[in-house]
């Protein structure tokens, strides 16, 4: 079993909705989390790591992390087309001095006009 | 600012070939490192630096090499290509400790023969 599971999609949604991306995952020593987005052809870029349980927002963007469940999730408010990308779920936890990030396979996204 | 700067963009190569891959970054960032992608699966680390003369290998690090002699440059030596290395090469660069990829190249992408 993975790490960490993620969704491949694609997830299709109209301009506008509200979009939730999810991931599960089974090591409780993960301590840091982040999001990323990636453009077709292009590298991943951050959007957003927390290390707490709870919310995080920034902008458009919330990313909530709820330990408990071993859950992660990113919501996108006001969707737009320009938000299509595949996003990636990654996870760290320290190791011997190690810091070792494990990602999710990524969900592709589309929002449709 | 060019951020991270990975060339070639695109390489053939026929098996038992050896080739580097460059990475270069403009931000004075400590932390650099390197992560193949394979379709169906995420992104996996091969080696990182946490600063010039120190390597560190990753999650997947056979058949490759790397050197920081500079602050700016992290390359990454396929020794004897394999088909099994057919991918998407990134490197990231970050300023922050604890593992977290700030920004990532294009990619290389490079198919063995």
């Known amino acids: 079993q993975k790490e960490v599971e993620q969704d491949p999609g694609p997830l299709s949604v109209p301009e506008g909705a509200i979009v939730s991306l999810n991931c599960t995952y089974s090591?409780?020593?993960?301590?840091?989390f982040m999001w990323y987005r990636q453009y077709s052809r292009k590298g991943p870029e951050l959007l957003m790591y927390?290390?707490?349980?709870g919310n995080k927002e920034d902008g458009r963007f919330t990313a909530q992390v709820d330990k408990s469940s071993k859950y992660i999730s990113l919501f996108i408010r006001d969707s737009q087309p320009s938000d299509s990308a595949t996003y990636l779920c990654?996870?760290?936890?320290?190791?011997?001095?190690?810091?070792?990030?494990?990602f999710g396979r990524g969900t592709s996204l589309i929002v449709h006009p | 600012n060019a951020g991270v700067t990975q060339t070639p963009k695109f390489q053939v190569l026929k098996t038992g070939q050896s080739m580097t891959l460059q990475c270069a970054q403009d931000m004075n960032h400590e932390y650099m490192s390197w992560y193949r992608q394979d379709p169906g699966m995420g992104l996996r680390l091969i080696h990182y630096s946490v600063g010039a003369g120190i390597t560190d290998q990753g999650e997947v690090p056979n058949g490759y090499n790397v050197s920081r002699s500079t602050t700016e440059d992290f390359p990454l030596r396929l020794l004897s290509a394999a088909p099994s290395q057919t991918s998407v090469y990134f490197c990231?660069?970050?300023?922050?400790?604890?593992?977290?990829?700030?920004?990532f190249g294009d990619g290389t992408r490079l198919s063995i023969l």
């Open positions: 927390t290390y707490s349980s």
């Open positions: 090591n409780s020593a993960f301590q840091y």
């Open positions: 990231a660069s970050s300023s922050q400790g604890g593992g977290k990829p700030q920004h």
């Open positions: 990654a996870m760290i936890f320290p190791s011997g001095g190690s810091y070792i990030p494990t």
